[in-house]
């Protein structure tokens, strides 16, 4: 079993959708979770980060932990066509440690 | 945008050929990274280093090497090639800042072994 699941997609919304993008984690050690954005031909650029259980914004995007349920969930608001992408999440035990990805979830947002 | 770069980004080889995968990062970073990245599976680390003349193995066992002779400098070679090793290969620096690690990543290599 994979430590970190995430679906893969390809999810399809129209410009303007609430899009929610999940991964589901087994091992209740990890601390510090973190959603990368990847666009086609590049590398994963960080867009969140955060430490333990709770909610955290940015701009049109919000970053939910659920610690008790080993679920985290990375909310699109307003979505345009340009945050088509993949969408990885990882995580890691102890702070600068080792990074654990999910395999990533394929956006495309349809003007 | 991270200034880290990696050299070639395409690589069409013959199997048994000697290759090296180049990865500079111009922003001081001690920590470096090489992950392979499949289609639709996970990033999976292969090498890191904490600094110069620091490397150690990832989590995925790989036929590849890596030296950190130089801060910015970490290259990966594969001493000879074959078809198993045709991947992307994506090499990132790290930084500690406002009480998180980013790391950031390169464009990737796409090797293709024949």
């Known amino acids: 079993q994979k430590e970190v699941e995430q679906d893969p997609g390809p999810l399809s919304v129209p410009e303007g959708a609430i899009v929610s993008l999940n991964c589901t984690y087994s091992n209740s050690a990890f601390q510090y979770f973190m959603w990368y954005r990847q666009y086609s031909r590049k590398g994963p650029e960080l867009l969140m980060y955060?430490?333990?259980?709770g909610n955290k914004e940015d701009g049109r995007f919000t970053a939910q932990v659920d610690k008790s349920s080993k679920y985290i969930s990375l909310f699109i608001r307003d979505s345009q066509p340009s945050d088509s992408a993949t969408y990885l999440c990882?995580?890691?035990?102890?702070?600068?440690?080792?990074?654990?990805f999910g395999a990533g979830t394929i956006l495309r947002v349809k003007s | 945008e991270a200034d880290i770069y990696q050299t070639p980004r395409y690589l069409v080889i013959g199997t048994g050929k000697k290759i090296t995968l180049e990865c500079s990062q111009t922003?001081?970073?001690?920590?470096m990274y090489w992950y392979q990245q499949d289609p639709g599976m996970e990033l999976h680390l292969i090498h890191y280093?904490?600094?110069?003349?620091?490397?150690e193995k990832g989590d995925l066992s790989s036929e590849s090497t890596v030296s950190r002779i130089r801060t910015e400098h970490f290259p990966l070679t594969l001493e000879s090639a074959r078809p198993s090793h045709t991947s992307q290969y994506l090499c990132a620096s790290s930084a500690f800042r406002a009480g998180q690690e980013t790391q950031y990543f390169g464009p990737g290599t796409r090797l293709l072994v024949l």
């Open positions: 280093s904490y600094g110069v003349n620091s490397t």
């Open positions: 922003m001081g970073h001690d920590k």
């Open positions: 990882a995580m890691s035990m102890e702070y600068g440690n080792k990074l654990v």
């Open positions: 955060t430490y333990s259980s």
